[in-house]
């Protein structure tokens, strides 16, 4: 298990190594952040020593009274910023997952997106906007017609590709159909030879047992934290 990342690895700050990779062409930039649309995902980066300018900008981007979500969390936002969620997560990465395909599993598009949207409010699996299904594969399963469960991939840094959005219907549970999605896209990260990893809160000890159950291990702890940009903040120019 890695408890000591090494420095500089592409998942100390998933958000900003996908936004200057893989996932640039999303990227919306001011100064040193970088942050994707607000209809694909709330996902922002900042550096790793932000100071009152880069909150500046990334007020700039969002504009007052927008929401930003931070994964690789160092420093709190200023005084004045309300802070909407905060808790601690830990980031699993593949050590050994048997990723193969699902047979009942369809993919998932732009026409799936309210299917999918409303999946999301039923389950609440975390962060999906009406444009994540552009961020990678989606997958699901539909029992009489209605999509029951679905898993997909959000951030892609270099070399990785995050699962996210892993979620199933109550009226499903304990067939088995969250983790063979999640094998499922681990397959399709594998076959393009990258490597699949996650997120998850870390008080959410039954969904890290089955990650780890299917062979993923801890590689650190991260902090979860979204917040508000104040109504008022003044946005200065550049």
Known sequence: ???????????????GSALRGPHAHFAEGRGRVLRYPAAVAPWVALPPDPGPADWADVAALTGPGGGVTITAFREPPPADWEITFHAPGVQLVDAGVAAEPLPEAVRLGPADVPEMLDLVARTRP?????????LGTYLGVRRDGVLVAMAGERMRPPGWSEISAV????????????????????????????????HAAAANTGAVRLYESLGFELRRGVEFLAA????GVPVAAR
Do not use: K, N, W, Y
């Open 126 to 134: 975390g962060p999906f906007e009406p444009r994540t299904v552009e």
């Open 167 to 198: 979620c199933t219907d109550a009226s499903v549970r304990g067939q088995g159909l969250g983790g063979g999605l999640v094998r499922a896209v681990a397959h399709e990260i594998r076959q393009r030879g990258e490597i699949p990893f996650l």
């Open 228 to 231: 508000l940009v104040p109504a």
């Open 1 to 15: 298990m890695t408890t000591h990342p090494e420095p500089g690895h592409p998942l100390d700050d998933p958000v």
